[in-house]
Nanobody, 127 residues
Framework: QVQLVESGGGLVQAGDSLRLSCAAS????????MGWFRQAPGKEREFGAV????????YYADSVKGRFTISRDNAKNTVYLQMNSLKPEDTAVYYC????????????????????WGQGTQVTVSS
């Protein structure tokens, strides 16, 4: 079992930066790829980024590519999302999640492909 807890959300202005953290407890963290999703009110939860278990491979949705960076520190059981050049359309609840399905050269982008989820952290970007 893996428990995930996000932190670092808040209220910022357009163009600002924010760094989200996701702390994991329990075993198997290093054996799982980690992803970030986001969900705006009334919208479907959408994929943002994923990082392989070693941290050597990453994949980003077009909506965040070039602005967001996912990273992980397995020694600290933590995954991060560095968000730069934030836009009002980035406003959402951000969730971290763990998956087994980034191990065979396949990029998991679907919510049901993730086994563990955090509670989410709110990011609000004002214009």
């Amino acid at each position: 079992q893996v428990q995930l807890v996000e932190s670092g959300g808040g209220l910022v202005q357009a163009g600002d930066s924010l760094r989200l953290s996701c702390a994991a407890s329990g075993r198997t963290f290093s054996g799982l790829a980690m992803g970030w999703f986001r969900q705006a009110p009334g919208k479907e939860r959408e994929f943002g980024a994923v990082i392989s278990r070693s941290g050597g491979d990453t994949y980003y949705a077009d909506s965040v590519k070039g602005r967001f960076t996912i990273s992980r520190d397995n020694a600290k059981n933590t995954v991060y999302l560095q968000m730069n050049s934030l836009k009002p359309e980035d406003t959402a609840v951000y969730y971290c999640a763990a998956t087994r399905h980034y191990e065979l050269g396949y990029v998991p982008r679907r919510q049901y492909e993730y086994d563990y989820w955090g509670q989410g952290t709110q990011v609000t970007v004002s214009s």
